[in-house]
T-cell receptor, first 114, second 113 residues
Framework: DSGVTQTPKHLITATGQRVTLRCSPRSGDLSVYWYQQSLDQGLQFLIQYYNGEERAKGNILERFSAQQFPDLHSELNLSSLELGDSALYFC?????????????FGPGTRLTVL | DQQVKQNSPSLSVQEGRISILNCDYTNSMFDYFLWYKKYPAEGPTFLISISSIKDKNEDGRFTVFLNKSAKHLSLHIVPSQPGDSAVYFCAAYWKSSGDKLTFGTGTRLAVRP
């Protein structure tokens, strides 16, 4: 158990819909990262927040947005969903801002878009 | 553009033998390399890392080798155990890239008893 929690575990929705994925980092960790893993793909970095502020951005679509709240939990919002958005979405956390430090991953949210 | 490549999607090894997982990269600017291990239905867990100024880092049964001239990274597991059966991802970090990790597509290791 990494100490990072993600809800929900599974999400099934239809094209065009909007969903919100939630992540609670380990106690004391200030950085939260979001990754997408599509079938047979590696983890694609989406975005990083550090202590409430956006710190680094990867290949995140404009239809996707994220935020980190004062209690440090984070939400990833996916809108106008397409079939290709079906993937595993991982959240990770770390104590500091440096991305090369060890990141602690949650179990992921599996999103299926029908 | 896949900057970090794991060309072997799977590897099968006998228990007690050495497992060698390979990773190639194209960007000579990478500063750090990391290996993560992932079991089914779990998130990845950090295994070992190496700075670009080193060529070897060891942690118990796990050793990572870095060959900068060949832009090649390898993870050696000796001896391999059935509990090592998992998907292994290599990842690379380049500070000037906006401070993000670039992951390979993973290699599934199966250790046969």
């Amino acid at each position: 158990d990494s100490g990072v929690t993600q809800t929900p575990k599974h999400l099934i929705t239809a094209t065009g819909q909007r969903v919100t994925l939630r992540c609670s980092p380990r106690s004391g960790d200030l950085s939260v990262y979001w990754y997408q893993q599509s079938l047979d793909q590696g983890l694609q970095f989406l975005i990083q927040y550090y202590n409430g502020e956006e710190r680094a951005k990867g290949n995140i679509l404009e239809r996707f947005s994220a935020q980190q709240f004062p209690d440090l939990h984070s939400e990833l919002n996916l809108s106008s969903l397409e079939l290709g958005d079906s993937a595993l979405y991982f959240c990770a956390s770390s104590p500091s801002a440096g991305t090369y430090n060890e990141q602690f991953f949650g179990p992921g949210t599996r999103l299926t878009v029908l | 553009d896949q900057q970090v490549k794991q060309n072997s999607p799977s590897l099968s090894v006998q228990e007690g033998r050495i497992s060698i997982l390979n990773c190639d990269y194209t960007n000579s600017m990478f500063d750090y390399f990391l290996w993560y291990k992932k079991y089914p239905a779990e998130g990845p867990t950090f295994l070992i890392s190496i700075s670009s100024i080193k060529d070897k880092n060891e942690d118990g049964r796990f050793t990572v080798f870095l060959n900068k001239s060949a832009k090649h990274l390898s993870l050696h597991i000796v001896p391999s155990q059935p509990g090592d059966s998992a998907v292994y991802f290599c990842a690379a970090y380049w500070k000037s890239s906006g401070d993000k990790l670039t992951f390979g597509t993973g290699t599934r290791l199966a250790v046969r008893p």
